[in-house]
Every structure is written in C-alpha cells, then in structure tokens.
C-alpha cells in the first residue's frame, strides 16, 4: 500500500492557494483555479485534483499563462456572451461569465457562453453541474492539443475534445457526465508507458498510421476516438463549435502555439445553458419529475449513472476529507522550496 | 444484377404525392412529407427514400397518424419555441417552426425549437442541412422506441437516439453528420435476420441480457450504444433533452403508446440553430474560412467528411435520375390498388 497523507478540505485549499501564489498567479485566478482542484480532489478524480498543481507548476514556469490576466466580457447578443480570458486559466473566465449566462439563459430561454484565449486544464463537469444546480440544462465543450486522428486517417487532428453535459434533478445532485471523445484520456496513455504495459487496439496509431499496442509509439503517432466514425465525428463537432464558431484556436493551433512546451491547451471553450421552466411552464416540475424515470431505467437494471461514483467520493470526502498519495504530496510541497 | 427501375426527381415526387395522398395524408402533410422522401431517395440513402412509403403505409393503416394534423406555435421565450404537430408527420411541425427558429437565432444568437407530439419516420439530416443553408450551426435530437439497453444494462430502455449536427460552409454543401447512438441502425440487425446472417458481437443482448450474435435475439432483446458507456451516456442525454426538457414521450413510453402496432415513435425533437454572425460579427467569414482547415485535415490524410457520400449521390441523380429497386417499386404501387 502506497504511503499516503490525510488532508481535510480546508487543507487541500490552504495547499492549492499557496502552491499558486508561490508561482505568481494574481489572486483572482488563485480563487476560482484552487476551488476547480478542490473539486477534483473532493471527488477522487486522481487526475484533476491536487496532481493538476503540478501540471500548472509547469504552464506557467513554461510562460504560458498570463498570471495577472484580466477577464473582459463581451456582450454579442440577447442570448450570446463572450468572455476572453486574456490569456488567464479559463476558471477565471468562466466566473465572470456564468452569472451573464444565467440571466441571458433565463431571459431567452436557451443561452451560450463562449470562452477566449484561455488556459485549460480541468474537466468541465465543475461547470455544466454548478449550472445544472442552478436548474439548467448545460452543455459544454472545449478543443485541446491535435493528438487525435480522424476516424479512417492517421495523423494527428484533433484534440482529445470532451463534451459535459448536466441535467437538474430535484433534491439531488444533477445527472452529469464529460468525456474525452479520444478512446481514452492521453494520461492513460502515458500511465501505460510509465508502467511498460501494452496498450489495447484502438487507442492509438504509430507515427507511421499503424494500428499499434505499444504506448510511446501511440503517443509519437496519434490516440484514436471513440466510437469509430462516429466519436471522430463529434470530435470534429467539438473543434468546429468550441474553436471557428467563437473566434478561438482549432487543436492543431494551439498546439502549434504550445511550440513543443507541453504546457495546457490554449484556446476557447463553449457552455449551452436551456432553462426547463422556459420551455415547459408551470408544468416543469411535472416533466422533471418524468425524467426522474429514465435514471430509475437505468439504475434499476444494475447500470450505473455515470455521475454516481463522484457523488459517493464526494460525500465521503465531505465527511471524512481526503488521503493524497505521499510523494505526489511531496513532489508538490517541493514546488514551494 | 437486381431488377430496376429508373425515375426522375420530379417522378419520385410525383409517386411519393400519390402514395400519401390514396393512404389518406392531407396536402398540407403530403408536401413537407413527400420532400424528405424525396431529399432520402436523391441521396441514395436508401431506408430513407421510397422505402419509406411503405412504413408510413403501415403506420397510417395502424391508426398513429393524425391524417388532417394541424401543427400550432407556442412561442415560449425569446430564443425557444415549441410547435405541436397534432399528432401529424414532423416534417409539418418542422416546416412551420423552421422560419420562427430562424428569426429567433438571427435576434438572440442562439435558438431552440420543440417539434412535439409528432410521427418521426425520417434522418434528421435534412433539417440540420436546411439550417445550415441558412447560415446556422444546427443541431438535432430525437428519442424513437425503447429498443436499446443503457451499458451495463441488460433491458430496452433508450432509443436509437440519433443526434444531427451541420455546420455552414461558404461556397460548398454543409459539413453534416446524423448518427444513431445504437451501434447500428435497428433496420441493420432486421436485414441480417432476414438474410440469416450472424450480427457482430457488440450489436445487442438476447432477451436474458446475454451479448448475442443472433439477430432474433438482439431484436427481441435489447440494441447496445455505439462506444460503450460513452455512447450510453449521449442516448441518456438525447433521451432527456428531446423528451422531458420539452415536455414530450420518453422511448420507453413512445413505445408503450405504440402498443405492438410496430408504426414510427410518436414524440418530440429538438433543435437547436446557432449564428456564427452573432458570435462572430465582421470576423465571421474569416472564423469559417479558418474552419475550412479542419476540413482540408481530414480529407488531406484520406479520411473522408461524413457528408461526402451524400452529397456525391445527389449530384448523381440530379444530374441523371435515381434507379430503385423493381420489387419495391412494384410493392409501393401495390399500395395504390
């Protein structure tokens, strides 16, 4: 069993502040980037929790995060706002512009949020369930680094291109999920070439477009995405909506902009948000009530609802904190040296 | 080589109107109707053209059309309105509503239309396309019959859920998709029954949950989604933001309404048109012409857009007509005897 450390909540923030603040990071993107590695931690997801410190550590070492980036929101139309992020993390961005959202969601009905010039490196679901907690349905999306090749090609396209998606549900937490369209996430990829384990077919083609089980060459040539033709089609919707629909950079820009940093993907995100009491009335409780059914049809067969496993980490989490691995904690704690 | 029979464009038209008109369809439902028919068999979609004479005989004679369906407009916020189709074909309460969703993107820059209590027999393809000639990004979703098990289920509960996306491209056909979330249509697994053939694993579950390679079985049990849980979790999504969220039929109940007559779901879709001009002001044209690269990056390492085969069929048989097969010409003339 791996040496680990017990860590309240409080302290995994303490932790997160302090780590930032130490790099530079203004203030006002220390707040909303820490509450995002919190959230993760909380959660259990190993690769989104206090691990993303050392993942910030290197972007900005690397100079790719404007430290005392001022977001700027720019009103488009009655349901469309854009926040460019000025070359901060987008968790800054997004702060500024979900309250925006919100009210054009509520006022339209259906809304959309799109993020520019931002640094990203957390999940979405943080940010489609806050929206989902406030009763909309959300949707988000966000292009990366071009790892990924398109269904029948062999050479790097897109990025891994993960869609969140959150739905209300009265007096529990809202369905959610987020996934890479890539076959798997590149970190399992790179988790396999550390461990010197074979990868499956179909997460990766060598560099020269081959079909390959051997992770480094995977990595060197191209990750592949779910779902045959039809993951890759959805990946190319994720770049063409989250990338020339709000002016941001396709995967293949911004990893020509990282310029072999291997720093976080640069570039902007979108965020749908439809209020249910707009379209459905004094019968929205009725129809949310409804669709209470389809979580029972999949739960009640023994499937799982795919935000489950994070509710049952978080409730433990909220309860007893958390246990970090010793040398992760470590090789964080040298950061502040 | 299989008997066929040449037609023209406006002959396909022609046979569609006669076919709709003897089942009794009113004009008003026969022309929307009769297009999509049309627009199926023009780009050799084959279950999706004159094929589809023949289930919407079958469904009419089940009693599950409303004939003289009168679609109404509910307008519901700025940005969404729903249309009742009166238990009509879609293509009447998608005609009616297309306009409204449009003006409505065009003013707020982001819309959404609810078609409901609605027969859907058709791909989404051609509402996403015809949005998409307008200069929208388009997006479409409807649930069908309970016919697909959610992963790690074992019984029906979602559809086959497809979801449509088209984007605008200037000077060319849109960059379109329409997918099942199934990992085959359920007509797929229907011919390899009729054709005696074993389906691949992965396609569906016998009556007792177990994985199959018997069509029979799958079509008496359950489908599976395309991409495993991924999959899973965008039919979930389909299934809530087509049915509930506008207040319409899940799958599982389109299929209960049904009561074993095997006619189209009854139910809801939704469609959302976004405006990259709203978005994008001035910059548009140069944001869709950055847009074109991703396109150039598929098509340059040999993959192919998934319009593509679509759109070479249409140029085909406007230029020269279409050719279908004898027996089933002969047996949609059947209809008019």
Known sequence: ??????LSLDEVRALAHRVLAQLG???????????TIVAGERDECGAHGIYRLLSCAHTIKAGKVVL??????????????????GGGYAQLAFDLGR?????????CGIAALGLNNCVHFAALWPEVEALAEEGFVALAFTPSHAWVAPAGGTRPLFGTNPIAFAWPRPGTSPFVFD???SAVARGEIELHRRADKPIPLGWGLDPEGNPTTDATAAL????????GHKGSAL??????IAGPLIGDMTSVESIAADDGANASPLGGELIIAIDPKSFLGAAAAEHLARAEQIFDGITGQGARLPSLRRYEARARSLANGVRVSKKLYD???AQLG
Do not use: Y
């Not at 005392?68 to 992020?85: I, S, Y």
């Open 99 to 107: 309250p925006i959202l919100s009210e054009k969601a509520r006022n």
């Open 25 to 35: 990071l203004s203030e006002r993107q220390i707040g909303p980037v820490a509450e």
């Open 179 to 181: 996934f890479a369209t």
């Open 220 to 227: 060197a040539g191209s990750m592949l995405t779910f779902g």
């Open 68 to 85: 005392d980036a001022e977001a700027v929101v720019h009103d488009m139309a009655p349901a469309l706002v854009r926040v460019d992020g």
């Open 331 to 333: 090789d964080i704690l």
């Open 235 to 240: 990946s190319a919707m994720v770049e063409l």
């Open 1 to 6: 069993m791996e040496d680990t450390v017990a």
